[in-house]
């Protein structure tokens, strides 16, 4: 349960990419909860979001996708980009990694490029979702590591890019989270001993404590933030 006002977002309009299942579904509710206008866009419809939320069909891997969602909207004043992708031991064939890089990496830049314009005009932000394998090794996935390291420099070099324009860029940076992704390590009795050993909080984190971790980003509460990436990690990369 946040403790911010329910209306701390009302008037704003935020729109999540992958927004339509897993955390960035969970981002989705929980800026429509505090009164935002919200628009989540995926490859697939989703049963995971609240009533009134405005969907999208958008894949972020394709030319002119993002730009047609975005220019639908009057006013843009947070974008969070949510899109990912893992393909774990398939990310050793080139064609995999690349696709993976595609969606994790380059589709952050396409939508912060598509939205920059519009958060110019609010003065708006953009949250990032880089991962702790954007600071550790992934054995079983080098795609969705090397993308999320790259989410890592893309956030600060846009950060410093984009402030003069008034644009916020930072990242939340998950650890080991209850989500659909993570259900073969949490099914593995060895993994997820193993996951939970590391963990200062001896628990998975669930997608509404990530959200959690957005809406701080976004908040007024943060307007002098910019290019840092907040861990949400249960202490996972204190260790």
Request: aromatic share 6%; with cysteine; glycine share 12%.
């Amino acid at each position: 349960m946040s403790s911010l006002r329910e209306d701390a977002f009302a008037d704003r309009t935020v729109f999540v990419t992958g927004g339509t299942r897993g955390i960035g579904a969970a981002v989705a509710n929980a800026f429509h909860e505090h009164g935002a206008h919200v628009a989540a866009c995926g490859r697939n419809a989703s049963d995971e979001l609240a009533a009134g939320i405005e969907v999208h069909r958008c894949d972020v891997t394709e030319p002119g996708a993002l730009e047609s969602v975005v220019d639908r909207f009057e006013r843009l004043d947070v974008l969070v980009n949510c899109a990912g992708i893992i393909s774990r031991d398939e990310e050793f064939r080139p064609e995999e990694f690349e696709r993976v890089v595609s969606v994790n990496l380059s589709g952050t830049m396409r939508a912060c490029t598509a939205a920059r314009g519009r958060l110019a005009e609010s003065g708006g932000c953009i949250i990032n979702t880089a991962s702790m394998l954007s600071y550790f090794g992934g054995p079983k996935a080098p795609g969705y590591a090397a993308s999320k390291g790259g989410v890592v420099q893309l956030t600060k070099s846009l950060a410093v890019a984009y402030a003069d324009e008034g644009i916020r860029v930072n990242a939340i940076a998950p650890g080991w989270i209850a989500t659909s992704m993570t259900g073969p390590l949490r099914a593995d009795p060895r993994a997820d001993a193993r996951i939970l050993a590391r963990t200062p909080l001896g628990r998975w984190g669930n997608s509404g404590e990530v959200a959690g971790g957005a809406l701080l980003l976004a908040s007024p509460e943060a307007g002098f933030i910019t290019g840092a990436v907040l861990p949400v990690d249960g202490g996972y990369s204190a260790m």
